[in-house]
Each structure stands twice: as C-alpha cells, then as structure tokens.
C-alpha cells in the first residue's frame, strides 16, 4: 500500500429497487471535495498517468465495467517512495480511492462495456472560473516516463 492512498471498499445495500452505496462521509475521513464529474471510458483505454502538486483526487469506482488502477508513489519524503500498486475496481471490485498530491495514477478500462468513475477532487479544475493553470504533469505525453499502464 502507498502511504497516504486510502482503498474504501463500499458496500452496495441491495434490495427489490436496486442498490446504493455510502460513497463520502465527513465523520470517516479529513476531506472537502469542492467538485466533482463523472467521466466513461471505452473497453481498452486509458486516463493518466499523471499527477498533481497540490490537488486531491477522490475517485469512486462502483461500475458499470472495471478498472485497472495504477498508482505509483512520486513524493520523494514518501516512506513508499517509488512504490506501485495495481487494483482492479469498479463494478467487480467497487471502491472509493483517495489519491493524494505527488501520487501519480491513471486507469485502464479492463471490461468489455465502456466503465465509469467519478471524481470529487478537493481543488476547482483551472481553479476559480476556470482562469488558472491546471494543476497536472501529464506524464502519458512524455516518452521517456517511468509511469506506464499496460
């Protein structure tokens, strides 16, 4: 595990409607999403890898379709400083998964169905009204990375 990554598994409660699931609560951890999107991926592709500065990302994958999730630790004060873990989430699997600044991550569509996530970051994309940089070293641009997915 990379220190700081939190892996919530989130159970579905079941019954004659359909299921539902407790994605965030304020008294089970220390975060404020200010934003959040959903965002389909289609069989066999891949977001990421990159990471943020500043930025913590709170990613809920409860389906339809899965994920291979990558994650590698960056922060050089780390104590799993070049660390990396793989998890596959999503509807097989369904997870929350906090990833904090300096971790890098990215995903892999692993079903045969397009798969779905939602992101509930704790900082405004282009912060506010959109008017500054983007937090993110996008690390799939550069060919020499050390950050692959397969």
């Not at 409660?13 to 404020?32: A, H, I, P, S």
């Not at 998890?87 to 169905?113: M, R, T």
């Not at 912060?127 to 692959?148: A, C, L, M, T």
Request: proline residues 7%; negative net charge; aromatic residues 12%.
């Amino acid at each position: 595990m990379i220190k700081d990554v939190i892996i919530k598994n989130l159970n579905k409660f079941e019954d004659e409607r359909g299921w539902l699931t407790e994605v965030y609560r304020n008294d089970e951890m220390d975060y404020q999403p200010v934003m959040s999107y959903v965002s389909v991926t289609k069989p066999g592709v891949s977001r990421g890898p990159h990471e943020h500065k500043e930025q913590t990302d709170f990613f809920v994958f409860v389906g339809p379709g899965d994920f291979a999730l990558y994650l590698w630790d960056n922060r050089e004060t780390s104590e799993t400083y070049g660390q990396n873990q793989i998890v596959e989430v999503g509807e097989k699997n369904p997870v929350a998964v906090l990833v904090p600044p300096g971790v890098v991550h990215g995903y892999k569509c692993i079903s045969e169905k397009p798969a779905y996530s939602i992101n509930l970051p704790d900082k405004l994309y282009a912060g506010e009204f959109k008017k500054s940089e983007v937090d993110e070293i996008r690390w799939e641009h550069d060919q020499n990375s050390p950050f692959k997915i397969d």
